[in-house]
């Protein structure tokens, strides 16, 4: 269908249709730029007990929902006028996937600036907080690389992602078990310390939707679904 | 480009695509059905401490995501296929959208389910319990409810869902305080308590998912965005 509608028009479409693609692409990573500077400014509010910075990602939440919304118009504008098929339906499927990923992480850095701010008015207290810096280091690293593996389309870039969430989620175990120990020790870090696992918890998920990104990436570049499959078969199809 | 299409073929190819979107639909249906039995069997396998039963939820979570990568593949191949437009192509990628949903619905419950057992092996306690089943009466409603508003392209059940969400959100959160009561009461009860807070707040995700399936429902309907805006906005759209 695409062929011959480019027999009848020429290079024209096909020229516009590349532009809007790209033009896709490239709101969907200025997003991915945009909750990823909102994750790691949570972290820092919550570390620092920054309070106006907590506010600040709070209220640019709203940004991150108006991007969601346009990019997935302009998204099913595309399949609506150009009809795409093969790899550019995949691009395209691909984006309304992974727009739903970036705006749940940009929800978990609101919650992790609320949490930030209910601390900070709790009294100072860095107990979990370097569990918290030492977890939100890697899932910031997963979230980076996704977008940097989907702007490259680099399916081996993605892979690394999907393994480096296995790690995340046995660190993010361990921490959760030591913040149980410090709850016991002292019943006045129950409070405290649940909010920091709380904070843990919406880390990992971060890395959870970094790993939705990665595993869309290598279905885009390798047309292969490998969500639900063991590393080991992602690395098949891979081919590494 | 559709017209056209079927002033040269006829009906006979219009017919096939509505047996095409009829057999997604049921296809989806039939997943809700299953995930919604999912959270039914995990939350009962809780509080009856049937560890038989939890197994058995985590050993089914495959088929889920099996039905969720058919349902991609089925829902792409008929934008490649039949390259719907306005309300047929809303509905199709409202339910690309809307399997992302059930699949982390199926894995809530697998987490459920996995908490089930952990309680159970702790020891008979039922602190908690009550507002567990309270409120996973609610969300299973929800749940129940967006599909059926699905099944009947029923805005209208859509909004009383969005509506009902408020409501869930704010009784978790009194569940929570009153777990951490609990929690500073005793320590032997910290870890008890824990696990059933993670549970309320994977109930409290299946009620957030049921929501979304509610605003897709909206959306196929009457081609408008409701996320992201407030519950007036929703009803002045939804026009009651």
């Known amino acids: 269908m695409t062929a011959s509608r480019d027999d009848v028009y ?134 980076h690389d996704s977008l940097d593996a989907f702007a490259r389309l680099d399916s081996g870039l993605a892979l690394q992602v999907m393994k480096a969430d296995k790690r995340v989620d046995e660190e993010y175990q361990a921490a959760a078990r030591t913040l149980l120990t410090f709850m016991m020790e002292d019943a006045r870090n129950i409070s405290r310390c649940l909010s920091v696992m709380w904070v843990l918890r919406a880390l990992e998920r971060v890395g959870d939707h970094a790993c939705n990104i990665a595993e869309n990436v290598i279905f885009m570049v390798k047309g292969e679904d490998v969500r639900h499959t063991s590393v080991e078969e992602a690395e098949r199809v891979v081919g590494r």
Do not use: C, W
């Open 10 to 143: 020429g290079n024209h479409i096909s020229n516009q249709f590349n532009d809007e693609l790209l033009a896709l692409k490239t709101r969907f990573l200025k997003m991915g730029g945009l909750v990823e500077a909102q994750v790691d400014s949570a972290v820092k509010a919550l570390i620092e007990a920054n309070d106006a910075l907590a506010e600040e990602i709070r209220s640019e939440d709203k940004r991150v929902d108006r991007m969601e919304m346009d990019i997935d118009e302009e998204a099913m504008l595309i399949i609506a006028r150009r009809q795409p098929t093969a790899r550019d339906l995949r691009l395209v499927v691909s984006v309304i996937r992974m727009v739903a990923d970036l705006e749940r992480v940009g929800d978990e850095a609101k919650k992790i600036a609320r949490f930030a701010i209910r601390l900070s008015e709790e009294g100072r207290s860095a107990q979990g907080y370097g569990e918290v810096r030492h977890i939100s280091a890697h899932v910031t690293d997963m979230l």
